[in-house]
């Protein structure tokens, strides 16, 4: 290489030196003539008026005349380009060349390719007279393109026996049959292109030296014989095939035999509807072939189509094979199938034959699925594919899939636009996959703007760099953001936090289960405020039925004689008294300090509650533990027995336990109701039934309910 290089630098500085020298003898400073636009290395002539070839600087090496008035070369037309020894390309384009004079291009050197092109009027056989003196030296290509020819004479190439010529191309003609035994002198030779003419035999026999071959776009109606009488092939070397775009229909399993190098061969296009079993098994070193666009639709693929154990690249797009219609096992003798194009075609319907059918292929590396038909794809299609790195499959209308890309980690290339996908989460593509994707695209998909996009837009704020266009990808639903850009859609976490219907009923029922509870606490809070409550309206209730306030406090020193334990003192003193005696004026009897000294107990509570017009009775544990209090009880109690229960007024201080609740404590209890004090809220209530109480004359007869 790097001696090739210094090679070619050496002899463009020889050639430079001697342009030097030529342009100092000459003594001319040429500049690109009007009718020419010098580029680069490059002149490009044209217009109906350039009647002849100009000189040109000598940076030029590649000179194209097209659409001039150069309709007839004599042989000094190119006398001008006798002075560019550099000109290695010379096209002549659609110059309505009707001659060429034999000796035409006899001074032009260095020519390393001649184009002829679209020279309608120019006779082949005046234009192989003028090949005769065509410098050959450094030529290495021919280019005949669209001359309408309609024959290829046998001596066209003649004169070409001596060159190093290494490529032909003779296209756009119209010639019906090559012989190639033509090219049989070039021993160079090694690209032939006879594309686009209307070729219908070929006879191959000369082209030992070939390595491509194009003879699409012909009318072929077979595949030419590649095999000499004694069973050689007559392209040991050929490498390329194209036989794409011919009328070539069935193809047998012998017809590709003594193409023993061949790498790529291209069929598109041809007519073939069925491929037969070991059609391809005799090119021991296929490795691509293209088959797209066959048949027309291809109507079947046999089992063992594809037996080849060097093939990997496999072409068949757009031949509408229903892939349901064949064995599962197409590709099970192609394992080293690498690329893999299916586009337009019909996947299976039937996701475990669709599964089935690609299962083989354990080497693939890159598979193209796009416009299948594919609405639902099988679970871990993928998976076997441990080498896989680029998948596509475009324009199907897949929306969802299931586990699809599991442990599919090689992979870096993912198209999936044009599908109708609406919303990507979480569960879409394993984390890792994602992580090794390095593009993916879902552009023109019908993406919901919605709160389950959100997961998508927030992998995308991170990742943008990996997808494919984000910008531009649209909101189809709901219907008032169609057409939204999805990269403009930002719901917040708040907007979507979803709301279960079940959390309702749950905040429901814990809702009112709290409200029960509530009003149950409640209740055994206030318990004793309704009871007083009650108690109190009884009071009230009574007082307005008329009973007559006796005026006859005179006849009582006190309102009321208290009955309380010791232990019950403080809460008397402090509260009862003080509320009673100095807020409402009524007089108490309390025996601490009422009492006369001296005198007997006995005597003194029979004195006193005689003085006093009702009893009050403060009863807690303590005053149900105490013996004492309960003789008082027992002392009072008689004087209940001659005035009536209205006398009495029961406190509840405190809750008495079952344990201590005595048969006389009980009896006093049951002969009327009693108000029970609490403190906090309904303290008021309490001493409002209180005082009612005590204010509340005696019945006459005694209040049966009090
Ligand atoms: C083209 O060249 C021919 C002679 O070769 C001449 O008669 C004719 O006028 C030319 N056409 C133009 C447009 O210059
Ligand atoms: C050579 O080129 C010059 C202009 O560059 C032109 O005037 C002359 O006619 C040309 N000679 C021939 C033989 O065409
Ligand atoms: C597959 O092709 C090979 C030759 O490449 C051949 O020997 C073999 O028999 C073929 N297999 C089948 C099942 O036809
Ligand atoms: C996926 O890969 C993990 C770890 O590499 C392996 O344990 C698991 O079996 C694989 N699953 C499948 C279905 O291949």
């Known amino acids: 290489m790097i001696f090739c290089y210094t090679a070619r630098v050496f002899s463009s500085v020889m050639f430079i030196v001697i342009i030097t020298q030529f342009n100092h003898v000459n003594g001319s400073n040429i500049t690109c003539d009007k009718h020419c636009i010098c580029e680069g290395t490059k002149a490009l002539c044209s217009g109906v008026s350039l009647h002849y070839v100009p000189k040109f600087p000598p940076s030029i090496t590649l000179v194209n005349l097209t659409h001039t008035n150069l309709s007839y070369i004599g042989e000094h037309t190119f006398y001008n380009l006798s002075f560019g020894m550099y000109i290695g390309k010379l096209i002549l384009r659609d110059n309505y060349i009707t001659y060429i004079h034999p000796k035409a291009f006899y001074n032009i050197s260095a020519l390393r390719t001649l184009e002829i092109s679209n020279q309608h009027q120019l006779d082949i056989i005046v234009l192989t007279k003028a090949f005769f003196n065509l410098q050959k030296r450094y030529l290495k290509a021919l280019h005949l393109r669209d001359n309408k020819w309609t024959n290829l004479p046998a001596d066209t190439f003649i004169s070409f026996s001596t060159s190093k010529i290494q490529k032909i191309v003779i296209t756009g003609n119209n010639f019906k049959d090559v012989n190639c035994i033509m090219f049989e ?6 690209n032939l292109i006879l594309s686009d003419n209307s070729i219908k035999d070929v006879y191959v026999k000369g082209l030992k030296t070939l390595v491509k071959l194009s003879l699409d776009s012909n009318r072929l109606t077979k595949v030419p014989k590649w095999c000499s009488n004694l069973d050689l092939s007559h392209v040991p070397n050929l490498q390329h095939l194209n036989l794409g775009s011919n009328n070539i229909g069935d193809l047998g399993n012998n017809t590709f035999r003594c193409l023993p190098n061949v790498q790529l061969l291209n069929l598109e296009g041809i007519n073939t509807g069925r491929i037969q079993d070991n059609v391809f098994s005799s090119l021991p070193h296929i490795k691509t072939l293209m088959i797209s666009r066959i048949g027309n639709p291809l109507k079947k693929i046999s089992e063992f189509a594809f037996n080849s154990t060097s093939l990997s690249t496999l072409q068949m797009s757009l031949n509408n094979f229903h892939f349901d219609r064949t064995t599962s096992k197409i590709f099970a003798y192609c394992p080293d199938i690498e690329y893999l194009d299916l586009s337009q075609n019909f996947m299976p319907r039937n ?17 193209i699925l796009a416009g299948c038909g594919i609405t639902a794809i099988p679970e871990m299609l993928f998976t076997p594919f441990k080498k896989i790195w680029s998948i596509n499959l475009s324009q199907n209308k897949i929306f969802q899939w299931k586990n699809l890309f599991l442990n599919v980690t090689s992979l870096t290339m993912l198209e999936l636009s044009v599908n109708s996908i609406t919303v990507i989460n979480q569960t879409s593509f394993p984390r890792e996959v994602l992580f090794s994707l390095k593009t993916l695209n879902l552009g023109f998909n019908p993406f919901s703007c919605t709160c389950d996009q959100i997961w998508f837009l927030n992998w995308t704020k991170h990742f943008m760099n990996k997808l494919v266009h984000f910008k531009n990808y649209k909101c189809k639903h709901p219907p008032d953001l169609a057409g939204k850009l999805l990269y403009n859609y930002h719901p917040t976490v708040e907007i979507c ?21 509530l009003i149950i606490v409640l209740i055994v809070r206030c318990q004793s405020n309704i009871k007083n409550y009650i108690y109190l309206l009884r009071v009230s209730y009574n007082k307005r039925r008329g009973y007559l306030t006796l005026d006859n406090d005179e006849d009582f020193e006190y309102n009321a004689f208290v009955v309380y334990c010791e232990e019950d003192r403080d809460w008397v003193h402090k509260k009862f008294i003080k509320r009673v005696e100095n807020e409402e004026g009524l007089k108490l009897c309390i025996h601490h300090r009422d009492f006369e000294i001296g005198q007997p107990i006995i005597g003194n509570i029979d004195k006193f509650v005689e003085k006093s017009r009702k009893v009050v009775v403060i009863m807690s544990n303590d005053f149900a533990k105490s013996e004492w209090c ?3 009880v027992d002392i009072v109690q008689e004087k209940h027995r001659r005035l009536g229960r209205d006398v009495f007024l029961l406190v509840m201080l405190k809750n008495i336990d079952s344990k201590h609740m005595t048969s006389h404590l009980r009896s006093l209890l049951a002969s009327g109701h009693h108000i029970k004090y609490s403190s906090g809220v309904g303290e008021d209530l309490f001493w409002r039934a209180v005082i009612e109480v005590l204010k509340k004359p005696l019945g006459d007869p005694p209040v049966a309910l009090l």
């Open 185 to 190: 002198q070039l021993t160079s030779l090694t």
């Open 351 to 367: 996701l475990s034959m669709f599964k089935e059918t690609l299962r083989p292929l354990s080497n693939l590396q890159k598979l």
């Open 497 to 517: 936090t979803p709301w279960n219907p079940f959390n309702t009923i749950i905040i429901g029922l814990a809702g009112s289960g709290t409200i029960i509870v």
């Open 630 to 632: 309960q003789w008082e």
